[in-house]
Nanobody, 122 residues
């Protein structure tokens, strides 16, 4: 089976930085795309940033110029560098990967990380 493990959340003051990382493990052939989402209580999970295997990145308008998504295809990892953090960035952040893997044949599905809390104090 495939597992995604996230790391890097925490508490930071407004204007500070955090880096989130997500690593996938298992019988993986390839991953496309990789992305980060966030969710606050009472609201829908929203896309923060995504990146395709060939490196095309997409960002939510609210994070453009502050967040940078990167990946390592060989290591099956995706990271999110978050700079100039604002209190409104406070949320649980989830990584998501579109994974092709082996399980009695080649299969494809989306996997989610367990979520990591990011709290930005004012």
């Amino acid at each position: 089976q495939v597992q995604l493990v996230e790391s890097g959340g925490g508490l930071v003051q407004a204007g500070g930085s955090l880096r989130l990382s997500c690593a996938a493990s298992g019988s993986i052939f390839s991953i496309d795309p990789m992305g980060w989402y966030r969710q606050v209580p009472g609201k829908q999970r929203e896309l923060v940033a995504s990146i395709t295997r060939d490196g095309t990145a997409n960002y939510a308008d609210s994070v453009v110029g502050r967040f940078t998504i990167s990946k390592d295809n060989a290591k099956n990892t995706v990271s999110l560098q978050m700079n100039s953090l604002k209190p409104e960035d406070t949320a649980v952040y989830f990584c998501k990967m579109g994974v092709r893997y082996w399980s009695g044949g080649v299969r494809s599905r989306d996997y989610w990380g367990q979520g990591t809390q990011v709290t930005v104090s004012s």
